[in-house]
């Protein structure tokens, strides 16, 4: 186990499988941008990342999600799943948009894919596809969510991004869909990671306003977060026990208790997701590297970590400082 400056325990470790998606997001990749993506021999092969993952396991990893832009356009990534599998991580679990996840599922559950996260910020198919920038039906996502709980990949979670003004009037109705499937939902407040996204703070509908909206069609109860580090704000149905979560990372930082370390495509560490730049631990592994160094690298890195940009947000808006930032397709969440 390793703390860093501020006491926060290193235990959670993101790895970005790629800088593609199949979707141009409105959130990370608007239209009219050129975007420069990484050549294909600068992404970690799946053998470097699975090199990287046993060295630092000792350090106190119980998690390791997969991200990306999108992980399902790396092919074969189950050959991925089943090395990290192989190692022992105890909960291994992918973020996806959901576009590609009905035909793989199966093969991902197999190779030892825990569990799935599918971000889908909106059930109506023009605001879908006005959000994604092409043409799409929330139907082919949901197909693939339902195909996720079929084959056993659970619990399935969904995530929404919530804009003002654009999606934040559904809230009730996607709780309701998914209520009906027995699927927890995280309702999540709008952030300005990178700097193509279009965000301000006008555009952000907080977590006291989701949970005003949501409680005029349901009566909730609040959950204690199950562990230091938890991100979201838990919360039950009455009714049923499901739970529904809610992430204030603009509106009630959370800064203090992050344990997350995220690895880009391209081989960077990234000790925060508003991160300036990344730390290159890629040259290390390739030159041939021993466990142990890399590990040594990490506790180094981690050590002296201070990051605390959310909490540092608005002083710095109040000071016209708006500091350039990795941008989301290519760190994942």
Not at 29 to 45: A, H, I, N, V, W
Not at 66 to 71: A, K, M, N, Q
Not at 147 to 158: T, Y
Request: net charge positive.
């Amino acid at each position: 186990m390793i703390v860093d400056s501020l006491g926060r325990e290193l235990r959670d470790l993101r790895i970005s499988i790629t800088d593609r998606c199949n979707f141009r997001c409105a959130f990370c990749m608007p239209e009219g941008k050129d975007y420069e993506f990484f050549p294909r021999e600068e992404l970690l092969s799946f053998e470097e990342i699975a090199k990287f993952v046993k060295a630092i396991l000792p350090l106190g990893i119980k998690k390791v999600r997969l991200t990306g832009g999108e992980p399902l356009l790396r092919r074969h990534l189950e050959n991925l799943i089943s090395m990290l599998s192989e190692l022992g991580v105890e909960d291994i679990s992918l973020t996806t948009n959901g576009f590609l996840l009905k035909e793989k599922a199966e093969v991902l559950k197999s190779a030892g894919l825990k569990r799935v996260t599918v971000s889908l910020p909106s059930l109506r198919d023009e605001v879908l596809s006005k959000i994604v920038g092409r043409e799409v039906k929330a139907s082919q996502i949901i197909e693939g969510i339902l195909k996720a709980i079929e084959v056993g990949l659970s619990p399935v979670k969904v995530n929404v991004c919530v804009v003002k003004g654009l999606n934040h009037e559904e809230i009730p109705e996607i709780a309701r869909f998914f209520k009906g499937l027995g699927v927890v939902v995280r309702f999540i407040e709008f952030m300005d990671v990178g700097t193509l996204n279009g965000w301000s703070l006008d555009r952000v509908f907080s977590v006291r306003e989701m949970l005003e909206l949501l409680q005029r069609s349901f009566e909730l109860e609040p959950v204690g977060r199950s562990y230091r580090g938890e991100v979201a704000e838990r919360y039950r149905y009455k009714e049923d026990g499901l739970e529904v979560g809610f992430i204030s990372s603009i509106t009630q930082p959370f800064c203090g208790d992050c344990n997350r370390l995220r690895l880009t495509a391209d081989g960077k560490l990234l000790t925060c997701l508003f991160a300036r730049e990344g730390h290159d631990v890629k040259s290390l592994i390739r030159r041939g590297a021993k466990e142990e160094e890399i590990r040594d690298f990490v506790v180094s890195l981690w050590s002296k970590r201070k990051d605390r940009y959310s909490e540092e947000r608005l002083e710095l808006l109040k000071k016209g400082i708006l500091p350039k930032k990795i941008e989301m397709f290519k760190v994942g969440g």
